[in-house]
């Protein structure tokens, strides 16, 4: 995360009318929808794991449900990543997580989001398998193989080790510089 500090803060200075004037540039219409937030991504082509996360992503960002990210939900996204407090962003994780949309995270769930995750970002410091494994031991303490939101929340607060591996595995930090930016590095 070294040097990535620099670019957040250059992307907090940023003011409400230059957000918007990058928004309707990428996107005259003033909505994005999944395909064009792939392509100003650089993320077309990828495997059926790393798609099926960004389409999560995009949809747990679309908060109306209208398959499209408006303005008002790109700045509450950005903002999010960058600001967010720590429940928020958890609560985040776990509307990203749950992909069958049950109010409940599995390992299955998890691990496919993790190995998504790695496929578009190349962070293979740990295996999702690795990661999956220590959230569940510390976490589903009654073993029921699923965390709710509330044991879900509560569980990665009370372990440092589990909020860093959340952290690390879930930074968005280059998609936003890409955004920010307008370029695919």
Request: aromatic residues 10%.
């Given at each position: 995360m070294?040097?990535h500090?620099s670019?957040l803060?250059?992307?907090?200075?940023?003011?409400m009318?230059?957000?918007?004037?990058?928004?309707?540039?990428?996107?005259?219409?003033g909505l994005?929808?999944l395909?064009e937030?792939k392509?100003?991504?650089?993320?077309?082509g990828?495997?059926?794991?790393?798609?099926?996360?960004?389409?999560?992503?995009?949809?747990t960002?679309?908060m109306?449900?209208?398959?499209y990210i408006?303005?008002?939900?790109y700045?509450?996204?950005i903002?999010?990543?960058l600001k967010g407090?720590?429940?928020?962003?958890l609560?985040w994780y776990f509307?990203?997580?749950d992909?069958?949309?049950?109010g409940?995270?599995d390992k299955d769930e998890?691990?496919?989001?993790?190995?998504a995750v790695q496929d578009?970002?190349r962070n293979?410091d740990?295996t999702?398998e690795?990661?999956?494994?220590?959230?569940?031991k510390?976490i589903d303490?009654?073993g029921?193989?699923?965390?709710t939101?509330?044991?879900?929340?509560e569980?990665?607060?009370?372990?440092d080790?589990?909020m860093?591996?959340?952290?690390?595995m879930m930074?968005l930090?280059?998609?936003?510089?890409?955004i920010?930016q307008?370029?695919?590095?």
């Amino acid at each position: 995360m070294g040097n990535h500090g620099s670019n957040l803060d250059d992307i907090l200075a940023e003011d409400m009318h230059h957000w918007y004037n990058k928004f309707m540039k990428e996107s005259p219409s003033g909505l994005i929808t999944l395909f064009e937030l792939k392509g100003m991504l650089g993320l077309r082509g990828m495997n059926a794991n790393a798609t099926s996360y960004v389409d999560q992503v995009f949809f747990t960002f679309d908060m109306d449900g209208d398959g499209y990210i408006d303005f008002v939900e790109y700045i509450a996204a950005i903002s999010l990543m960058l600001k967010g407090e720590i429940n928020q962003k958890l609560k985040w994780y776990f509307k990203l997580f749950d992909q069958d949309g049950n109010g409940k995270i599995d390992k299955d769930e998890l691990e496919t989001i993790f190995t998504a995750v790695q496929d578009i970002t190349r962070n293979q410091d740990v295996t999702p398998e690795e990661v999956v494994s220590l959230i569940f031991k510390k976490i589903d303490i009654n073993g029921e193989g699923e965390l709710t939101l509330e044991e879900f929340i509560e569980g990665a607060k009370g372990h440092d080790d589990i909020m860093e591996m959340l952290k690390k595995m879930m930074d968005l930090t280059p998609v936003l510089i890409i955004i920010v930016q307008g370029i695919v590095v």
